[in-house]
């Protein structure tokens, strides 16, 4: 399976103190270790980028990724991208446009998306997202596991 990890899961690892024991984070770090296929891209690297501070976490985040075959979206995914997030809102479900983007990557390139974000669970009940669905976490679990 090639896996495509969000900005909510690489931003949970990559915290400087201990992350906080999710399964998306564990299943991350299982899949880095066990040599799986791990996609991005450079919205998700941008991401980061702006939402952590400093040169050792600049130096980090650019590390993680250098190792990583990164996705670019083209024409044909913007305008996919715009249908997604477009069907999604006529449906009553607001989406931003950087998830409507990083969904149609995965769509297209038949990617699983791991993600603690629900945007795109809602995303998978209108188009072929292929959302990872690994050990049920807690309720507890689930808070502590959410970007705030």
Not at 49 to 76: E, M, V, W
Not at 116 to 134: C, M, N, S, Y
Request: aromatic share 6%.
């Amino acid at each position: 399976m090639s896996l495509f990890v969000d900005t909510s899961v690489w931003s949970l690892a990559l915290r400087r103190d201990a992350p906080p024991p999710c399964s998306e984070v564990r299943s991350l770090r299982r899949a880095l270790e066990g040599g799986e296929t791990i996609i991005g891209t450079g919205l998700v690297v941008q991401e980061l980028l702006q939402g952590f501070s400093g040169p050792k976490a600049r130096k980090a985040i650019l590390n993680y990724f250098s190792a990583l075959p990164l996705l670019a979206p083209d024409r044909r995914d913007h305008i996919e991208a715009a249908e997604v997030r477009n069907a999604c809102r006529r449906a009553g479900v607001q989406i931003g446009t950087i998830d409507a983007v990083l969904a149609q990557l995965c769509i297209r390139h038949g990617l699983t998306i791991l993600t603690t974000d629900e945007d795109f669970r809602r995303i998978a009940q209108r188009f072929p997202l292929k959302v990872w669905r690994g050990e049920q976490s807690s309720r507890l679990e689930q808070g502590r596991c959410q970007l705030r």
